[in-house]
Every structure is written in C-alpha cells, then in structure tokens.
C-alpha cells in the first residue's frame, strides 16, 4: 500500500538510492525505500518499507541480501515506468487475503472506534479528522460486526481462543478448516472464478458450518458471499480494481435462502422455554420477554436505551425504536411501539425499583458490563440452551423454535386479535406487506373457530322473517280481504286503548 511522503532521518545510505542500512530488534537488514508520483493527483509516495536481514557477520549473506533489495526495487521502478504505478497496485499482483486485510482496516476498525457516523447523522469538522483519511468515505454499514467476525475468521486471528467455549469437536473442526483458509485467500483475485466461491464441493462457502458442526444453511453461505462481495465493491469502487469483476455477482445460481417458516411458538412451547430459561441472568430473561411481547427484532432490543422510552408509569408506554431496518441503505429508519404491561414488566425485570426507571443508559445491559448493550447473539444462545434443555421438538417439517419466532407468534397474534394489517406493520416495523404477510401464520383450529363462528352468524341472519316491504304490504292487503278486514280491526282496537 502506498501512502504520502515522509521526510524522515536517514540511516547509513549505500551507494544504491532508497536503499539503507540498519540494525534493528531482529538484527541487521536492509530498508529499502520506493518512491513515486501518482500519475493521477501528481502527488509523491512511497510504498510500505521492505526489510531485507542478513547475518552481518557473513559478507555472503550481507551481499545477497543487498542483491534482492536492489531486484525489488528494480522491478518495482520497471513497473512504474511501464504501468505507473508499482507492482503491489497491479490488478496481477492482487492477492484475497491483502483485500480482506486492507478491507478490514479501512471499513472495519473505523466502525469499532465509534468514528463512522450513524445514517442520518452528519459528522462534525472534529469528528471527521479523527476517521483516517482512507475511511472517509465510507458510510455506516449495520452489518460490519458480521462481517469483522468473518472477516478475522478467515484471517485467522484469535481463532483458538474465541473457540475455547466451543465442544472439543467443534473446536477441532474450526482449527483445522484454517489451512483451508490459508491456502484459498493466498490466491490471486484474477485467478478465483465464481465457481471458487460456491457450485463444487471444494469452494469457499461449503466450508460453512453450523453450531453442532453440520453443513450450513444456504441463508448463512449467503452471508459469507455477500462479505465476500462487500470486499470486491470497496476495491472496485474504491482501490482503482473497476477491472477486477465480481464474482458473486457473476455466479448464475446462488444459494436459496428457503422456504416460508411455519414455526410459530405455541402458548405451551413459550411457557416451557420460559421455565427452561428461569437460571438465566435476569437481563437475559427479559430481553427474551420483551421480544416475545413486542414482535420487535433481536438487535432492535440490542439497541433499546431508557431515553428511548416515554409515559413510564402511565397506561401508555412508547418505545422509539431507532436504526431499524430499511430497504434503503444510508437512510435512518425510526419508528414508535406502544407497550402491553407484558412489555413493560419484561423491561422493569432490569430494574431495582421499577417505579423510577434511569434517565438514561440500555434498557437491557450486558451482564459483564452495564455500559454495553446485551448481545443478541448472547440472548439467541439462552433460548436455544432453553430449547434443548426442557427438550422442544422440532415440527414436522423438522424446524426447531427458535428466537426469530417469538416475532412471528407476536405478528400472528396481532392480527388474530382483529388487528389490521397496516397497522401490525406500524408495529413489525414492515414497508412491504408481501414480506409482512410471512409472519402471519394461521393456525388451522382459531381459522376453523372463526368459520364456524361466521357460518352461525350468517344462519341467525336468515332465520330471522323477512320484513314487509310498504309495496308488498299493499298488494298482500288488496288481495286478501280477510287480512285487511284484520288489520282494521287491529287498528281500531288500538284506538280504543289510546282512548281509555
């Protein structure tokens, strides 16, 4: 990577330019420093130094350590000359692995600092000069903890010890898949065919695998293409590599992300996970309550701070749900939930008095730390913990219950209530009601209950007797002198009565 020029002290030069002598912790080498101007800002920069050692005891080695920084720095200056720009800026020279590196350091780490702004927010003057110059443009992106997990999952770091709370076996398997990591993101990007990355047994995502260690789902091999193509937009977009294709977007089929899931939790399947879960910390067991209650999605409850709740203590309870979800990328997307004391009583399990709420700080904390918001992923593995423990079957279709569901039952019972669709969508936070229809899943007892309740309806109405039209009343009348000679009798009496 190249950056501007610095004037700095030089070491012992030698009689070859941008090469120096130097001793350092490691021993003695060779810095060699390359300099160039960019064809295109006309700006002077140097590439990343290159160190080459040698024992200074052997002149041999001395020499032919000399002999290689003056090759690199040779081909380095032809490459200039030819292309304009060095060898490490060529399309040939791109390797995967220096992508997700420099991917990683110029959209993830911004990210981790706080320094990227939210959507709709704009940084201040102080705020932008914190953000390195290379991460300036970038914009907010609200899946890069998914992606920095990947991301130093393939790179290897600190893989051994975020497996130590994983079974022997899974543990084993994580470890091992790393050379296979190793040796595919070594490759050079123009090499890697679309095929690489998912269509034969040997490509990138059949490495996925789920918790227990079996393959993964097509939902979760998509996931790791789409960081995989985060990583070839910011290059082409970014790097100056516009004629390095994409190749997830080159792929003609792509893993399906499956069926509609027909697994809402049942009254008795909540109460039993809800047992299963009464040894978890009180901050968990109410971050699963309040989804149950709410229909909200997991890192909506993440983000739930006390500033965001109005009218506590009163009969209606506001939440302000901010950076949800949105079908536009960069747009900040907020919307207000009324709460069911269900709700409620879930948010006040956090609470020492739940008569005085704080001012301010997360509504759900860790339980490691109260200055950071409990983890969704934290609250998925509770339930599922739950869910083995008090021993919840899958359905038929072989579907396990999972967090997710709770939204699901939530919006089916939203609507069973007699509430309308657009307005359960105010609440699920959906913009299209195709998407807002697959969360309602009818059960076939409340849809038989409600048609039989109809059909009783309809069979009352037309037992009831027709009313006499006036038209009618007068022909019946004219044609039946018996019934008219009744009707003024009937009305004659009814004289007599207003009379007495």
Same mark, same amino acid.
């Given at each position: 990577?190249?950056?501007?020029?610095?004037?700095?002290?030089?070491?012992?030069?030698?009689? !070859?330019?941008?090469?120096?002598?130097?001793?350092?912790?490691?021993?003695?080498?060779?810095?060699?420093?390359?300099?160039?101007?960019?064809?295109?800002?006309?700006?002077?920069?140097?590439?990343?130094?290159?160190?080459?050692?040698?024992?200074?005891?052997?002149?041999?080695?001395?020499?032919?350590?000399?002999?290689?920084?003056?090759?690199?720095?040779?081909?380095?200056?032809?490459?200039?000359?030819?292309?304009?720009?060095?060898?490490?800026?060529?399309?040939?020279?791109?390797?995967?692995?220096?992508?997700?590196?420099?991917?990683? #350091?110029?959209?993830?780490?911004?990210?981790?600092?706080?320094? %990227?702004?939210?959507?709709?927010?704009?940084?201040?003057?102080?705020?932008?000069?914190?953000?390195?110059? !290379?991460?300036?443009?970038?914009?907010?992106?609200?899946?890069?903890?998914?992606?920095?997990?990947?991301?130093?999952?393939?790179?290897? %770091?600190?893989?051994?010890?975020?497996?130590?709370?994983? +079974?022997?076996?899974?543990?084993?398997?994580?470890?091992?898949?790393?050379?296979?990591?190793?040796?595919?993101?070594?490759?050079?990007?123009?090499?890697?065919?679309?095929?690489?990355?998912?269509?034969?047994?040997?490509?990138?995502?059949?490495?996925?695998?789920?918790?227990?260690?079996?393959?993964?789902?097509?939902?979760?091999?998509?996931?790791?293409? $789409?960081?995989? +193509?985060?990583?070839?937009?910011?290059?082409?977009?970014?790097?100056?590599?516009? $004629?390095?294709?994409?190749?997830?977007?080159?792929?003609?089929?792509?893993?399906?992300?499956?069926?509609?899931?027909?697994?809402?939790?049942?009254?008795?399947?909540?109460?039993?996970?809800?047992?299963?879960?009464?040894?978890? !910390?009180?901050?968990?067991?109410?971050?699963?309550?309040?989804?149950?209650?709410?229909?909200?999605?997991?890192?909506?409850?993440?983000?739930?701070?006390?500033?965001?709740?109005?009218?506590?203590?009163?009969?209606?309870?506001?939440?302000? #749900?901010?950076?949800?979800?949105?079908?536009?990328?960069?747009?900040?997307?907020?919307?207000?939930?009324?709460?069911?004391?269900?709700?409620?009583?879930?948010? $006040?399990?956090?609470?020492?008095?739940?008569?005085?709420?704080?001012?301010?700080?997360?509504?759900?904390?860790?339980?490691?730390?109260?200055?950071?918001?409990?983890?969704?992923?934290?609250?998925?593995?509770?339930?599922?913990?739950?869910?083995? *423990?008090?021993?919840?079957?899958?359905?038929?279709?072989?579907?396990?219950?999972?967090?997710?569901?709770?939204?699901?039952?939530?919006? +089916?019972?939203?609507?069973?209530?007699?509430?309308?669709?657009?307005?359960?969508?105010?609440?699920?936070?959906?913009?299209?009601?195709?998407?807002?229809?697959?969360?309602?899943?009818?059960?076939?007892?409340?849809?038989? $209950?409600?048609?039989?309740?109809?059909?009783?309806?309809?069979?009352?109405?037309?037992?009831?007797?027709?009313?006499?039209?006036?038209?009618?009343?007068?022909?019946?009348?004219?044609?039946?002198? *018996?019934?008219?000679?009744?009707?003024? +009798?009937?009305?004659?009496?009814?004289?007599?009565?207003?009379?007495?």
């Amino acid at each position: 990577m190249a950056r501007p020029r610095k004037d700095r002290t030089r070491g012992k030069r030698t009689d !070859h330019p941008g090469i120096y002598e130097r001793k350092g912790k490691r021993g003695a080498y060779w810095q060699v420093r390359v300099r160039f101007n960019d064809p295109d800002t006309g700006i002077t920069l140097e590439l990343d130094n290159r160190a080459e050692y040698f024992d200074p005891a052997s002149p041999t080695d001395r020499l032919a350590a000399l002999e290689r920084a003056k090759a690199w720095v040779a081909a380095e200056r032809a490459n200039m000359l030819k292309h304009g720009k060095p060898i490490s800026q060529t399309d040939e020279a791109q390797l995967l692995r220096h992508w997700l590196e420099r991917y990683r #350091l110029e959209v993830i780490e911004p990210h981790e600092k706080g320094l %990227i702004p939210l959507p709709g927010q704009k940084a201040t003057a102080a705020e932008m000069a914190k953000i390195p110059a !290379h991460s300036r443009n970038v914009k907010y992106r609200k899946g890069w903890e998914t992606e920095r997990n990947q991301i130093e999952r393939w790179l290897g %770091i600190d893989v051994v010890d975020k497996a130590k709370f994983l +079974s022997k076996a899974r543990r084993d398997q994580v470890v091992s898949q790393q050379a296979f990591f190793r040796a595919f993101f070594a490759r050079r990007v123009l090499d890697l065919k679309p095929a690489d990355f998912y269509g034969r047994p040997d490509s990138l995502v059949e490495q996925a695998r789920n918790q227990t260690g079996g393959p993964a789902t097509d939902s979760t091999k998509l996931r790791w293409l $789409a960081v995989i +193509s985060a990583v070839y937009k910011r290059a082409r977009s970014s790097w100056g590599f516009d $004629a390095v294709p994409d190749p997830v977007k080159a792929l003609e089929h792509k893993p399906s992300p499956g069926q509609r899931r027909e697994r809402p939790i049942t009254p008795g399947e909540w109460e039993q996970v809800w047992e299963g879960l009464k040894d978890a !910390h009180n901050s968990t067991r109410a971050f699963i309550a309040f989804c149950r209650w709410t229909a909200v999605r997991r890192g909506e409850s993440e983000n739930l701070r006390w500033e965001d709740i109005t009218g506590w203590g009163t009969g209606s309870v506001v939440a302000r #749900l901010r950076n949800t979800k949105t079908t536009k990328p960069g747009e900040s997307n907020q919307r207000p939930i009324p709460l069911l004391p269900e709700a409620v009583a879930a948010m $006040a399990m956090t609470l020492a008095d739940p008569t005085a709420p704080p001012a301010s700080g997360w509504v759900f904390p860790s339980p490691a730390d109260a200055d950071r918001p409990l983890s969704g992923g934290t609250a998925w593995q509770a339930w599922d913990r739950a869910r083995v *423990r008090v021993g919840l079957p899958p359905n038929e279709k072989g579907e396990i219950p999972t967090l997710h569901d709770l939204r699901h039952t939530r919006a +089916s019972e939203l609507v069973n209530l007699g509430l309308e669709l657009p307005k359960m969508m105010a609440i699920t936070g959906h913009k299209d009601t195709r998407t807002a229809l697959r969360y309602y899943h009818a059960r076939p007892d409340e849809v038989g $209950a409600e048609i039989m309740a109809l059909e009783m309806k309809k069979k009352q109405k037309d037992a009831k007797p027709k009313p006499l039209e006036v038209n009618d009343l007068a022909a019946a009348l004219k044609q039946d002198p *018996r019934l008219r000679r009744k009707l003024l +009798s009937a009305l004659a009496a009814a004289e007599a009565d207003d009379e007495d």
